[in-house]
């Protein structure tokens, strides 16, 4: 069964840091590119970051350039997003996310998310 | 940086309504838009990639169309159990931005 599982969220002071951990199982981990995408309470879908299948290539979107890196363990079949230098509009529910056929790159496989809460 | 611009943003129809959002891209990206539907407190699914090709498992009201920078998700007769907030994205290159939403209700 295709599964990606994430950990880490939590409530955190402006300014902390956190490092998120998405767990996959069921498909060949190291085949395809990940990413990590966020919703604030209420709001619509925010992606964050990319990372290529063999962590050579990332991306990031602007508002967390410099604060935020994505990277990933094959051996693991982890995904990471290292978030520093938090802020209160971070706060949101993240979601790992891939794809689990090679004739497109949309998303069809989504973790269920975990919640960060950055608040004082 | 390509904007992706949905509308409308919410709508509300009756059952057996044929619903239709519409999704924009600032920059043409092919067809390489997908479309997603996210039901209340639940992870978002894939309902359409490529811009028109239906996600396995996905009921045939579903369906979408264009190219380009201008795309359509249609549902042909809605149903209770399509009450969601449905989001479009481009994914022919990062940043694979999202939609704004749209959240459809029952009338």
């Known amino acids: 069964q295709v599964q990606l599982v994430e950990s880490g969220g939590g409530v955190v002071q402006p300014g902390r840091s956190l490092r998120l951990s998405c767990a996959a199982s069921?498909?060949?981990?190291?085949?395809?590119?990940l990413h990590w995408v966020r919703q604030a309470p209420g709001k619509g879908l925010e992606w964050v970051a990319v990372?290529?299948?063999?962590?050579?290539?990332?991306f990031h979107t602007d508002s967390v350039k410099g604060r935020f890196t994505i990277s990933r363990d094959n051996s693991k079949s982890t995904l990471y997003l290292q978030m520093n230098s938090l802020r209160a509009e971070d706060t949101a529910v993240y979601y790992c996310?891939?794809?689990?056929?090679?004739?497109?790159?949309?998303?069809?496989?989504w973790g269920q998310g975990t919640m960060v809460t950055v608040s004082s | 940086d390509i904007q992706m611009t949905q509308s409308p943003s919410s709508l509300s129809a009756s059952v057996g309504d044929r619903v239709t959002i519409t999704c924009r891209a600032s920059?043409?990206?092919?067809?390489?838009l997908a479309w997603y539907q996210q039901k209340p407190g639940k992870v978002p699914k894939l309902l359409i990639y490529?811009?028109?090709t239906l996600q396995s498992g996905v009921p045939s009201r579903f369906s979408g169309s264009g190219s380009g920078t201008d795309f359509t998700l249609t549902i042909s007769s809605l149903q209770p159990e399509d009450v969601a907030t449905y989001y479009c994205?481009?994914?022919?290159?990062?940043?694979?931005?999202f939609g704004g939403g749209t959240k459809v209700e029952i009338k």
């Open positions: 996310a891939t794809k689990s056929r090679p004739d497109h790159d949309a998303f069809d496989i």
């Open positions: 069921g498909f060949t981990f190291s085949t395809y590119a």
């Open positions: 990372i290529s299948y063999d962590g050579s290539n990332k």
């Open positions: 920059q043409r990206i092919s067809n390489y």
């Open positions: 490529a811009a028109s």
């Open positions: 994205q481009k994914y022919n290159s990062a940043p694979f931005t």
